[in-house]
């Protein structure tokens, strides 16, 4: 049961260049998130998906787009990289609702340059 | 989206009971109260959930006063390897109130 997995772990990219993170869980969670954390800085939801086939933005969408490829897997899209960008990138997966609690992936480390 | 507030920083040394408060003084009826720890490098990790009143578990305890604005975490007798960032947020539980995790509270643990 390996829990949440995120792919890659660290990434560079050049500004202008996508890229797309990967996150897969295996607990047969129905929710979904993708969240950024700049340093010194809490988490900030960036996307969500509540159940399998849906999508719905968060605190700061701008720049990003999101699949909900199955019940396991939710990817998230860089399409044009800026070095407002540049985070760390968490994925977390839970039950039902956001209240409930969240597993958190290990994080994808994004410079833009 | 019921707003938290909490201490950016405390201090402790091994062996102390550490107590982080968390005010919410717009909690609405159906909002529980969770907490999270997150270690360096990696993703926050649930500690603990409460409704009201107190609650406890290997971890740690949450108190709860009857009028809900305000929690307070408990660990007690804390070592070196409890130092990390502590958030707390209030959300209904199963429903999907976009959660803000805020800046925590820094809590750094001293031989």
């Known amino acids: 049961n390996a829990g949440v997995t995120q792919t890659p772990k660290f990434q560079v990219l050049k500004t202008g260049q996508s890229m797309t993170l990967q996150c897969a869980q295996d607990?047969?969670?129905?929710?979904m998130y993708w969240y950024r954390q700049d340093p010194g800085m809490g988490l900030r939801l960036i996307y969500y998906?509540?159940?399998?086939?849906?999508?719905d933005k968060g605190e700061v969408p701008n720049g990003y787009n999101v699949s909900r490829l199955n019940k396991r897997e939710f990817s998230l899209r860089l399409e044009s990289a800026a070095p407002s960008q540049t985070s760390v990138y968490f994925c977390?997966?839970?039950?039902?609702?956001?209240?409930?609690?969240?597993?958190f992936g290990p994080g994808t480390r994004l410079t833009v340059t | 989206l019921a707003k938290t507030t909490q201490p950016i920083s405390m201090d402790s040394y091994e062996g102390q009971e550490v107590n982080i408060t968390c005010s919410h003084n717009?909690?609405?009826?159906?909002?529980?109260i969770t907490w999270y720890q997150q270690f360096p490098s990696q993703g926050p990790r649930f500690i603990i959930q409460?409704?009201?009143t107190k609650v406890t578990n290997e971890v740690a305890s949450l108190f709860i006063p009857a009028d809900r604005k305000s929690s307070t975490l408990s660990l007690p007798r804390v070592s070196l390897s409890d130092t990390a960032v502590y958030y707390c947020?209030?959300?209904?539980?199963?429903?999907?109130?976009?959660?803000?995790f805020g800046a925590g509270t820094r809590l750094a643990v001293h031989p």
């Open positions: 998906s509540a159940s399998e086939g849906t999508t």
């Open positions: 717009n909690i609405a009826t159906n909002d529980y």
């Open positions: 977390a997966s839970s039950r039902q609702g956001d209240g409930d609690e969240q597993y």
């Open positions: 947020l209030v959300g209904v539980s199963g429903g999907y109130n976009k959660l803000i």
């Open positions: 409460g409704y009201k």
């Open positions: 607990m047969n969670h129905n929710s």
